[in-house]
């Protein structure tokens, strides 16, 4: 579905992208995680058509982004709402410039209220949501046209649970009817509950690339051992299990307690994106 | 390539022919913008109330001092107050624009279907609409209340108005184009309308005007606006003809230059 090969962008001095490719298929949920700065955004106005690369070149459904105009689903990082305009008008706006009309709007309209939990503020006001409650309009008016291709640039920054939830949700069942996304978060664990696809950014380029657990595979975990006298022996290994029974064989003394804890997903952040880090 | 194949364009005649079809679907985008924006205007009617209550009250005022001033003292007030407050509704198109880089959702319409022409004329009807309103009601209340002679040609006027909406319009839209700040649009706006519109003879007549000010009226906007206005109230068409060409010169050339920088990456600091 998505397909982006070398693109490169730079800002005055400034290299936003650096040779960043990335492929996403149909139905396929790519976590797109990296410090700011790493190129994610950019990446996501590329394919919205927003911006221009200064090289490389991106197809999606085997077309160039200006022929996709209006097909895709974008909720940017950033809240983009009118205060004065309540979250039906919201929708209705977005829903009619993808060319929904008459009952296709009204359905894809309360489908969203219903599965985005929006029911209860669909008159008000988007000046007068809460940020959890602008996060989910701002993600309804990106879905309400049903795009195969969504980009949701960290919609859940700032949300609170039900918001998290909501979005988790509505994200699996659209993957699940076909649509590919591309899902930048700062949030490691949403992506495991996503079952994504992570790709890891810095310098303006993908660096790595596989499930959670291809990811992890190479990533050492940690033993730590409590002696009775409160002295610590601590570990790093990438077989815990066997270091955890070399350990307790080699310690004579009185243990009080047992610590195994497996690489995560944050562990993997860390390593990988540490660098950029501001 | 959306999801599922819901009855999208059920209103469009079966066997349309596509260049039909794409205008249809245009006009149909065009009109859900104009809705859009036509409900927050009338959300925040504030500016648009007082630019029509503030001439109002100066007209009434000031009538004595033109009558007694100038001969057709009070075609003077009525037409020279409407022009003088149609310009400072300006500042309404340039806000309305400008917001939409504030609240960052201009970002969230060029990624829609809507081509930049389209965005900008969807979100400018409703303006239009508003300044011809203005416009037509002042002049009506020149009418009934000032002593201005009824037009024997009520179509010359309003296609004045429509003439003078349209370059408003896009001179608006331009001005928001270049400034980058609401403060800056207000000062630009406020200052400009004033020192143009009382330039082009909208608050003291030309004649009476410095032989320095009557040349250099003719590069104002309002000046045009003006004659023109005079000229289809006394039902002249053909002495409203040339400023009306000069209007849509005007009006022209700042759509296209507004419609440009919108098209090419305006509010992100690069071209697209």
Known sequence: MLVATDLVKRY????????????????????????????KSTFVEIVSYLIRPDGGHVTIDGRPPSATRGEVGVAPQHIALYPSATVREHLELYG????????ALREAVEDLSTVLRLGGIMDRRAGKLSGGQQRRTQAASALVHRPALLLLDEPTAGADLETRQAMLDVVKQRAGEGAAVVYTTHYLPELTELQATIAVARGGRVIARGTGEELLKDLPGEVRVTLADREEVSVSTSEPTVTLIDLLRRIDRPISAVDVRNPSLDDLYRSLAVHDAP | MLLDSAPRDSTRPAGAPARTSRLLDAAYRIGALARHNATLRLRDPG??????????????????LYVRAVDGGAAQV????MVMFSVFAISLVGNSILSERTWRTWDRL?????????????????????????????????????GLPVPPNPVYVLLAIMIWAFALLAIGALLATVVRSHG?????SDVGALTLSSLGGALVPLS?????????????????????????????????????????????????????????GWGRGGPM
């Open chain 2, 208 to 264: 009476i005007m410095p032989e320095w000010a009557q040349l250099t009226a003719h590069v104002s906007p309002g000046y045009w606006a003006l004659s023109m206005m005079q000229a289809a109230v006394r039902g002249d068409a053909a002495g409203a003809v040339p400023p009306a060409a000069v209007l849509l010169a005007i009006g022209l050339v700042a759509g296209a230059f507004a419609a440009r920088r919108l098209a090419r």
């Open chain 2, 184 to 188: 800056e649009l207000s000062v630009i």
């Open chain 1, 96 to 103: 009619r410039l993808a060319g929904l009309r008459r009952a």
């Open chain 2, 78 to 81: 009525a037409t020279g107050l």
């Open chain 1, 12 to 39: 005055g001095t400034i290299q936003a992208l650096d040779g960043f490719s990335l492929n996403v298929a149909a139905g396929e949920i790519v976590g797109l995680v990296g410090h700011n700065g790493a190129g």
């Open chain 2, 47 to 64: 500016q648009m109330i007082s630019y029509i209550v503030m001439p109002m009250v100066l007209m009434l005022v000031l009538k004595p």
């Open chain 2, 110 to 146: 060029k990624v829609s279907r809507a081509g930049a022409a389209e965005l900008l004329v969807g979100k400018t009807l409703p303006l239009f609409v508003v300044m011809v309103v203005q416009q037509t009601v002042l002049l009506v209340y020149g009418c009934l209340a000032i």
